[in-house]
């Protein structure tokens, strides 16, 4: 059975290009209040996240919500690996598939459908997968005669049209997806939803970020509220999110 846990992580990040003993000291003192310090070498450093103990499992439907720069990527990318914490650690059973950047991975100078391989064995599917899966990700995406064509001819709508019909092909025990892109026309904004709507029903765990409350009260059953890189609060989706916004009105 699938299940994410995070036990007492702390994720410190470094800024490497914060130079000068005046702009340092500038930074530092307007970012008092966020944990901005420096490290034993002089390094800038940024607590994006600060003693999280947090446990999802199957079932859950998890939606992140906060104020930008309150740690909901953060927190994303530390559950699917991308950040190793500083302290604390985090287990991990399941496959655990994140929609973080839809475009990751996608090459100017190969053809759609090339990229359509590239980006599917990024997100972990074999190359059988993938071959498996090519004509339904071609179709949905509708971009015809164009997949034979490099990727950097595309307009910046066709590009996100094949990286989200690729990313939302995959087979997820653990989905992770951060702000869900517009991805073209009324039409096939409808035929998007409906495909990501799937996709969540199909995975076993879902924690999500995203800015739109209505959203989450539809698919989310629990709300984890970030602040400051910490819990402000956990629980059902009415009572968290009313308290949210409550506060935020």
């Known amino acids: 059975m699938a299940y994410i846990e995070l036990k007492n992580v702390t994720l410190d990040l470094p800024i490497y290009d914060v130079q000068g003993r005046s702009l340092k000291k500038q930074v530092l003192r307007m970012g008092r209040r966020n944990r901005i310090a420096e490290d034993n070498d002089g390094v800038v450093v940024v607590r994006a996240l600060e003693d999280l103990s947090l446990r999802f499992e199957r079932g859950d ?138 996709l969540h029903s199909r995975a076993e765990i879902v924690v999500l970020a995203m800015h739109s409350n209505s959203e989450i009260r539809k698919v989310c059953n629990k709300v984890l509220w970030m602040e400051r890189g910490r819990v402000r609060a956990f629980g059902a989706t009415e009572d968290v999110v009313s308290q949210y916004e409550a506060v935020t009105a």
């Open 61 to 198: 439907r998890i939606g992140l919500i906060g104020h930008n720069g309150a740690g909901k990527s953060t927190l994303l990318r530390v559950m699917a690996g991308i950040y190793p914490p500083t302290a604390g650690a985090v287990s991990r059973v399941g496959k655990v598939v994140p929609l973080l950047d839809i475009g990751l991975g996608m090459d100017e100078n190969s053809t759609g459908m090339q990229n359509i391989r590239l980006r599917g064995m990024l997100l972990g599917m074999s190359d059988a997968e993938v071959r498996a899966k090519q004509r339904e990700i071609a179709e949905f995406s509708e971009l015809g005669d164009y997949l034979d064509l490099p990727i950097r001819t595309y307009s910046s709508g066709m590009r996100v049209r094949l990286a989200f019909a690729v990313s939302t092909a995959v087979d997820a025990e653990i989905l992770l997806l951060d702000e869900v892109m517009g991805v073209g026309d009324a039409s096939f904004m409808h035929k998007a939803q409906a495909r990501l709507a799937d």
